[in-house]
């Protein structure tokens, strides 16, 4: 899959309060075109390959033969910026800063192109907003040019989970309920109707369902991910991301899923229809609603990828 390097790039001022410096990885030859891969918020700089050689978090994207293939281009995945205290939440313009910074580290003056999902897609709008000289094109998926009302309102739920678990020093606990909560949001009612039978076996109140030991078990495997504090702010950071898409001149792809709980396709429209430069919307009958990204990610690169090989 190519080298790997890790680099700590240090965070511009008024950004240190978010850590002080972020983590990149850059995977492929240093005379490719760059292209800057981000995800949701459990995301990290591994897209292409953890240290320990497993798959990254994006495979079907991201990949020998995908629309990402480090063969042909130099990728770039990045560690988020967050509050280590979990008091404050970056804006995604922060975050834009922090790609900008990380440009800047690598000596790349414009990079080929953003192929990014979710609070990633979200980064990756500001960015082409505050930065339109250093960004090429933009493979947007499941993410609008601000929050919907209904997702901000559940997100702040979880946070609220979460704050209480810190104050009685269940953290993990409701971290893990929280991301429970999350899923429910991530994927879609139709899908847990075919994967799972509903309904309480015993008369417990506090028994288990076939869905809520799916649930649980996801919860679980997010606290080796995400901690509660880090968490938070990236959480609120989702709900600070607002963008005016008539100042994005770069030519844009947009893809949404029809059954997304969290970016329905009116926003995904709305976004289409403000877009300043070349602008190409899909929007795809999925099962899995907003994780389609993941799921389906090796359908989507077919749809990515003659996007990401046209001529600029």
């Not at 798959?55 to 990402?68: D, I, K, R, Y």
């Not at 990633?120 to 930065?131: H, W």
């Not at 702040?156 to 009685?168: C, I, M, Y």
């Not at 403000?274 to 919307?281: D, K, V």
Request: charged letters at 25%.
């Amino acid at each position: 899959m190519g080298d790997h390097r890790d680099i700590d790039v240090p965070l511009t001022r008024g950004l240190e309060r978010f850590g002080g410096s972020v983590r990149v990885r850059v995977t492929g030859r240093d005379d490719a075109p760059l292209v800057i891969a981000l995800g949701g918020i459990s995301g990290n700089r591994f897209v292409c390959a953890h240290p320990d050689g497993r798959t990254g978090w994006w495979p079907g994207m991201v990949g020998a033969g995908c629309a990402v293939d480090p063969r042909h281009y130099r990728v770039l995945g990045i560690d988020f910026a967050a509050d280590p205290l979990g008091k404050i939440a970056p804006s995604t313009s922060d975050q834009a800063q922090v790609v900008r910074a990380v440009l800047d580290r690598l000596a790349v003056d414009k990079a080929y192109g953003f192929v990014a999902a979710s609070y990633g897609a979200m980064v990756a709008l500001s960015f082409a907003e505050r930065f339109p000289d250093r960004i090429g094109k933009l493979a947007i998926i499941s993410a609008g040019a601000r929050p919907h009302a209904a997702a901000t309102a559940l997100r702040e739920l979880q946070r609220r989970v979460v704050a209480l678990g810190l104050e009685v020093g269940r953290e993990e606990q409701a971290l893990a309920v929280a991301r429970g909560m999350a899923m429910m949001s991530y994927r879609t009612p139709d899908e847990f109707g075919r994967r799972f039978r509903g309904g309480l076996t015993e008369p417990q109140c506090l028994g288990t369902s076939e869905p809520g030991a799916y649930l649980r078990a996801r919860g679980e495997a997010f606290l080796s991910v995400m901690s509660p504090q880090r968490f938070l702010s990236l959480s609120a950071s989702i709900d600070r991301h607002e963008v005016d898409a008539t100042r994005i001149v770069s030519p844009v792809l947009l893809i949404g899923a029809k059954s997304d709980q969290l970016v329905p396709p009116d926003d995904m429209r709305q976004l289409a229809s403000a877009l300043a430069g070349p602008t190409e919307l899909h929007l795809l009958d999925c099962l899995e609603g907003h994780d389609m990204f993941l799921t389906n990610a090796a359908s989507l690169s077919k749809i990515v990828s003659p996007f990401l090989e046209r001529p600029q």
